[in-house]
Structure formats: structure tokens, C-alpha cells
């Protein structure tokens, strides 16, 4: 068996340095931009890489252990008995749970990104609808220690959007609509059968990191308006303080605004481009 892991191994790494060799290149030469969710579809990938590597260990270990335990049997002479045979199993046993639970974590791991990699995804897509008005909008935005979601810049300004998808619990007395509804009072996000505050300083966090980087970069003042993006949820906003929380479906008023000069507007959209340009499709590397 082990030999046969050898040869497995040895034939992958054989095939990838002969694809390495192989005179071709890529006919993509320049970076392209960011996709919504680029980044958690990175941590997918790697979940789900995880994920194979603790079923296929699932699947060799127990034979690994059993093979072993033959070999000191037949080969080394040692005899057959109760503590050896209990010893054995509860190894396996102990294999086996270990890896299930890495298996489980990563499930749930991966039920957690999918779920945020939707709600970007469909911000993304709603946030399309502002490109006619003159807007340009760029995703996954690298920041110094984060990223931010989403960025849209023009007539109206410039908006730092955060996007945070939620699971709708089901309410037993409370109908569709009550399910989907969330209570924005300027302070706090209440949700039906819980309350949040962190979504909205993360969200003016990273307003503020994105104006002062732009003001250095462009070199005039830049003020960015922070936003949270709630997806499939209904807003009920009970004051007019605090900042612009909304299902991306409704930023069609985004529109009517006129504040920023085109000047401005291609002077800060140059700046965000430089670093959300850096998916490279050459073979040669990708962040």
C-alpha cells in the first residue's frame, strides 16, 4: 500500500513538472479586475481541499493501521491477543472521530463562506445598475489587513458598501414578510430573533481606512460614505441618522445625486483600479 501511495504521489509530481516544461503560454497578458467574492472563493477552494484530504485519509488511515498491525503479526512474530486486538480498534476509532470532526468543521466552514460568497455576489450584481448612471464599481477591494466588499464611485459620491448575509430564521407565529424584516433605528440592526451593532462599525471602519487612502493617493480631500448591504432582507429604517443601510435591489436612488465632478470621479476610480487589477491569468501567479 505504501508503495503504491509512493507511485501516486511520484505520478502527480511527475505530471506537474512535465506541464511546467511544456513550451505553451498563456495568451493573457494583463491583470484583470476583481470579482465579487473573490476572496472567500479562495477560502472555498481551500476548505474543499481540506475537506477531500481528511476523506481520503478516512480511507487510508484505518488500512494503513490495519496494515501494520498484520505485519507485526505474520512478519514480526508478535502474537494475537485481547490488548493488541482493543488497542487496535480504539486507534481506528480515535482516527476515524478525529478526522469526522475536521470533516464536520469543514462543512460548516463551507456552509458559512457559500452563504457570504451569495451575498456578495448578488450585491455585485444589483450594484451593475449603477454603471449606466456613470458609475464605476470595483469588488473585493484589498485593503491593508481586509477587504472591502464593494466600492462604488460617481455622480453621487463615493461608497464604501459592506455586504452581510443573513439566514432568515422561521418564525412560528410571524409570517414571510416579519421573517425578512430588519429594524435599522441608527444604532443597531434588529433582526427578528437577534440584534447586531459590529456589521455598522465595520462598515465606518472601513469608510474611513478608503478616505484616507484615497486623499493621500488623489491628493485632495476625498469623503466616503460607509454602506451596509443586506440581500434578500426588508429595511425598515425608523430615523434618519446613522448611515445607509439598504437591500442592494433599491440603489436606484444612488442616482439622482450629482456631487462629484467626472474629474474626480476618474481621479479616485484610477486609484482604486491600480490595486483591485491584480488577477493575473498568465500562469505566473494570482493573489
Avoid at 1 to 30: C, D, H, N, W, Y
Avoid at 170 to 189: F, P, Q, W
Avoid at 258 to 280: F, G, P, T
Wanted: some cysteine; proline content about 4%.
Amino acid at each position: 500500500m505504501l508503495i503504491g501511495i509512493a507511485a501516486m504521489v511520484a505520478v502527480i509530481l511527475g505530471m506537474k513538472f512535465i506541464l511546467r516544461r511544456q513550451k505553451i503560454r498563456s495568451p493573457f497578458t494583463e491583470k484583470i479586475l476583481r470579482n465579487p467574492g473573490s476572496s472567500i472563493l479562495k477560502k472555498i477552494n481551500e476548505e474543499r481541499d481540506d475537506f477531500l484530504s481528511y476523506g481520503i485519509m478516512i480511507m487510508l488511515v484505518p488500512v494503513l493501521i490495519y496494515s501494520i498491525h498484520l505485519s507485526q503479526s505474520y512478519f514480526g512474530g508478535v502474537k494475537e491477543n485481547i490488548f493488541r486486538t482493543v488497542f487496535f480498534i480504539l486507534q481506528i476509532v480515535l482516527v476515524i472521530s478525529v478526522l469526522a470532526v475536521l470533516l464536520v468543521k469543514r462543512i460548516k466552514n463551507i456552509k458559512k463562506l457559500r452563504l457570504r460568497y451569495y451575498g456578495e455576489l448578488a450585491t455585485g450584481q444589483y450594484l451593475q445598475q449603477l454603471v449606466r448612471g456613470g458609475y464605476h464599481v470595483f469588488h473585493d477591494f484589498p485593503a491593508d489587513t481586509f477587504n472591502i466588499d464593494h466600492i462604488a464611485v460617481g455622480p453621487g459620491g463615493v461608497f464604501a458598501i459592506e455586504t452581510k448575509a443573513r439566514s432568515k430564521p422561521v418564525l412560528k407565529n410571524g409570517s414571510g414578510r416579519d421573517e425578512a424584516k430588519v429594524i435599522y433605528d441608527g444604532k443597531e440592526l434588529k433582526f427578528p430573533t437577534w440584534t447586531e451593532t459590529e456589521p455598522l462599525a465595520q462598515a465606518e471602519r472601513q469608510a474611513k481606512w478608503l478616505a484616507d487612502f484615497l486623499t493621500k493617493t488623489v491628493g485632495e480631500p476625498v469623503t466616503v460614505q460607509p454602506m451596509l448591504a443586506l440581500p434578500g432582507w426588508f429595511v425598515n429604517r425608523t430615523t434618519q441618522q446613522g448611515m445607509l443601510v439598504v437591500n442592494p435591489k433599491s440603489l436606484s436612488f444612488l442616482l439622482k445625486n450629482k456631487l462629484l465632478s467626472e474629474k474626480m470621479i476618474n481621479a479616485v476610480a484610477h486609484q482604486i483600479e491600480q490595486r483591485c487589477r491584480d488577477i493575473d491569468l498568465s500562469g505566473r501567479g494570482q493573489k
